[in-house]
């Protein structure tokens, strides 16, 4: 785990006070502290940063491919009511139902 400072944070390290800017590498720390330090939002840990841009992005690829399967079945189920009419201009059923639509003009 690596903690990166998103503020000034300043604690006791062996003894001795330590201030560490924005941006610094924390050293290792008690769980708790960790953890009062993120609800804060005093730290970052670049390593579940990382992780849930990754899940992110999987997520968004998984999105992209239900929509692209949802618009290739709204597209299907469009052409296959599509009025089509003969060169005499009546209309022919191609959805088999027995009825007939009206064409588009």
Same mark, same amino acid.
């Given at each position: 785990? $690596?903690?990166?400072?998103?503020? @000034? =944070? ?8 330590? $201030? #560490?800017?924005? !941006? ?9 502290? =960790? =953890? @009062? ?26 999105? !992209?491919?239900? #929509? ?11 052409? $296959? ?14 959805? !088999? @139902? ?8």
């Amino acid at each position: 785990m $690596s903690l990166i400072a998103l503020v @000034q =944070v300043d604690m006791m390290v062996d003894g001795e006070r330590k $201030s #560490f800017p924005p !941006g610094e590498t924390l050293p290792e720390l008690h769980p708790h502290d =960790v =953890v @009062q330090l993120k609800a804060m939002g005093a730290v970052e840990d670049t390593a579940e940063t990382a992780a849930e841009a990754k899940k992110a992005t999987a997520a968004e690829k998984a999105a !992209g491919k239900d #929509f692209a399967e949802a618009k290739a079945n709204v597209l299907a189920a469009e052409a $296959s009511v599509e009025i089509v009419t003969d060169p005499g201009g009546k209309e022919i059923d191609t959805a !088999g @139902q027995g009825k007939k639509a009206k064409a588009e003009k």
